[in-house]
């Protein structure tokens, strides 16, 4: 027993020798490929044994002949173990390459495509790892792409609708001056008018700039959602009886919510006076509401027709109006755009379909 305890000792101390010198040629070669890495590992192992082997074959006082062919023997997978290590780390190497390359498509502006055989379950996964951050960013360049596209007609249409009336302005004031408005005080109720509209549209960008930028500050209370649509029915109805529209809200359930009712009579504003716009005289713009699984939801139907199936994916996008709706009257397109902002602050969401004669927009608000 004593022997075999001292055999391991002295078998111990020359593989630790080794496995230190290893440690530190790697420490100094850790920038180096793994090519390298893999070698100086193989190189170790084999050292290792190679000195056990020689300080147990020095303690027994083995004879030349044999210490040769221990030495031989080791020399041997020496030889075999390097060249397995230098293989295998030329294979990883390679397809780290091939991997490299791929990854540079996807950063240049291009889609990664794996390649194919990863030769280690990490690369594999790293592999399908960039596969899934490529397929992010692709969305995100479409969403971007999108947005952009949004703002250049968003900065179109209201420059268009901001020179519109400016020029009114223009004419009506310069008209005032020269004392040649045979009417001056409905030239003075119309310049009104437009600076009221005009006031509207800049308050529009405004509220829709503190909602991209993260900066609405909601105050949320406890309301019912009986009294949050009365309110807005009462604020809208003028304009249904200018457009002859029927307002119809008999389907209220008495539901409470938790959420800024500022922000929220906007919503309903925004949404009432989009359908009503929209509405043809004579028709109907129903409001309802009514507790589901989901949380609260709270529709309005008009009968404007339907929007087009290849433009409801936008018509909450900013600066959406519509291909028909070109006039002054139809805004700036970002009632709706401010309607989605201001839900998905209150963790709801806002969604439009077709049904028949016109369409429907409801949101869904969290239950208090």
Not at 129 to 147: M, P, V
Not at 251 to 272: A, C, H, T, Y
Request: a negative charge; glycine letters at 10%.
């Amino acid at each position: 027993m004593k022997d075999v305890l001292l055999i391991a000792l002295f078998a111990f101390l020359g593989a630790a020798a080794a496995g230190l010198l290893g440690a530190a040629v790697l420490r100094l070669l850790r920038h180096r490929s793994l090519v390298v890495s893999l070698s100086v590992v193989a190189g170790v192992a084999v050292t290792a044994m190679l000195a056990g082997t020689l300080t147990v074959a020095w303690a027994m006082f083995l004879s030349s002949h044999d210490l040769y062919v221990v030495t031989t023997v080791v020399a041997m997978a020496a030889l075999v173990s390097l060249a397995t290590a230098v293989l295998l780390g030329r294979w990883v190497a390679a397809h780290s390459r091939e991997l490299t390359l791929a990854t540079r498509s996807f950063g240049d502006g291009g889609t990664f495509a794996a390649p194919a055989g990863q030769p280690t379950a990490e690369l594999a996964e790293l592999a399908r790892e960039l596969a899934a951050t490529s397929a992010k960013l692709d969305s995100s360049r479409e969403r971007e792409r999108a947005l952009e596209a949004s703002r250049r007609e968003l900065v179109a249409w209201i420059s268009h609708d901001l020179r519109t009336p400016l020029a009114g302005l223009r004419a009506m004031a310069e008209a005032l001056e020269d004392g040649m408005a045979a009417d001056s005080e409905r030239y003075l109720r119309q310049i009104r008018t437009e600076v009221e509209r005009m006031n509207g549209m800049v308050g529009d960008l405004f509220e829709l700039s503190r909602i991209q930028a993260g900066s609405l500050t909601l105050a949320p209370a406890r309301i019912s959602l009986y009294d949050l649509v009365g309110d807005a029915l009462a604020g809208v109805d003028p304009l249904a009886r200018e457009h002859g529209v029927r307002l119809i809200g008999d389907r209220i359930d008495e539901v409470p919510v938790e959420v800024d009712g500022k922000e929220m009579s906007r919503v309903l504003g925004n949404l009432l006076i989009n359908a009503i716009r929209r509405t043809p005289p004579d028709g109907t713009v129903a409001v309802a509401a009514h507790r589901s699984d989901g949380g609260v939801v709270l529709s309005v139907t008009d009968s404007c027709g339907g929007i087009p199936e290849e433009d409801l994916p936008r018509v909450f996008d900013t600066g959406w109006r519509g291909s028909h709706a070109r006039t002054p009257p139809a805004g700036a397109g970002l009632g709706l755009a401010i309607v989605r902002g201001i839900v998905e602050a209150h963790a709801g969401r806002a969604e439009v379909r077709n049904v028949q004669g016109g369409c429907c927009f409801s949101v869904t608000l969290p239950t208090a």
